[in-house]
């Protein structure tokens, strides 16, 4: 059965919650509690989780400890994937040191730039990488995720690059719409798109 | 008529593409070309437009410039809107340099923290402002827009502060959820939530 993609992009969201409830202490939760949490109503969230399977009891809720393992299997983050950052600048920066991976199934494990000046320049616990070894490196870690953190006018040139050296997850920082091969998949961050979505309701 | 959100959702990226084209001198395109580059369905385009009014000609496509005017002006973003960033660690420094706003409707106008070693130190062309002024500052100069970049175990807290001082749409950084009144919106950029999107397809 092929879940819509709709449905797997909310999985993460109930996954934060859920992690973010366990670590108050929080032992049992509830489609309605979850749902107030998020702004989704009880009703999804239960048609939404009962596609992968039976997680709770009428009446008692979720456990969850077990619904969070469920979800960390399900989205495949019950283990740690590398990501490869490309682009040294501000946001490949913020990026390479974040902390916010720890604990949702990713590590950043190398940072590339072409940048004569940044090549071999730490970052965090990071040396920068000169772009021309990605593939080579990429290939060789078995790197499967990206975060492409280059400017736009280079951004389709590495994702093709990106995609010859086996990847299949970008995240696009660079502020273009990249083409990629039906087997890849990209998720875009532009604050520009966010802020212009959210701007059509000023008042 | 209400136009639904997941519309909304969707102009920023066809404004983004329709300005890509225009800098490159590009003249009409189709919604068949803007939704091959796009990854959306031309009829869906066409759909989405005609609930905004009569943009193009059968037969002979849109006008980039014409449509781009229109398509600021329904996202209000035909102005420069000023936009508060709170939190100046990495990601609230990344945010205050980046060159993206720019011809997109946004400019940062203030970065603030709470940390005494960062207030009053310079980030790009801003000075870090105390976040003890923040309600009175953003107040003064009628700001609307703000990009929370903090720890998540104050977010709820400095959120609270944004919703006092008559702020109406956030870009949240920090990864945790964060409640607002009906009036104000949110958008969450949190690259975990991507990236576990996407792992849910890898092989």
Excluded: C
């Excluded at 509830?30 to 989780?49: H, N, T, V, Y």
């Excluded at 730039?113 to 070894?133: M, R, Y």
């Excluded at 060789?140 to 995720?145: G, L, S, V």
Aim: a positive charge; aromatic letters at 6%; hydrophobic letters at 45%.
């Amino acid at each position: 059965m092929q879940i819509p993609d709709i449905v797997v992009g909310r999985l993460p969201h109930y996954l934060r919650a859920l992690q973010q409830m366990s670590q108050k202490g929080q032992v049992v939760t509830s489609s309605k509690e979850l749902g107030e949490r998020l702004g989704i109503s009880a009703a999804q969230i239960r048609k939404d989780l009962s596609q992968f399977g039976e997680f709770g009891k009428q009446g008692t809720g979720y456990q969850i400890e077990f619904l969070i393992k469920q979800l960390r299997a399900i989205l495949k983050v019950d283990r740690v994937w590398d990501v490869a950052v490309v682009g040294a600048g501000d946001v490949g920066h913020a990026l390479a040191r974040y902390q916010g991976f720890a604990n949702r199934g990713f590590r950043v494990a190398m940072v590339f730039d072409s940048d004569l000046q940044k090549i071999g320049q730490p970052i965090g616990e990071f040396v920068v990488q000169d772009i021309a070894n990605l593939n080579a490196m990429i290939q060789e870690a078995n790197i499967k995720i990206a975060m492409l953190a280059v400017p736009g006018t280079v951004a389709q040139q590495v994702t093709d690059e990106l995609v010859k050296a086996g990847v299949q997850s970008i995240l696009n920082y660079a502020p273009v719409n990249i083409i990629v091969p039906p087997s890849v998949h990209v998720q875009h961050i532009d604050p520009s798109i966010h802020l212009q979505r959210m701007a059509y309701y000023l008042k």
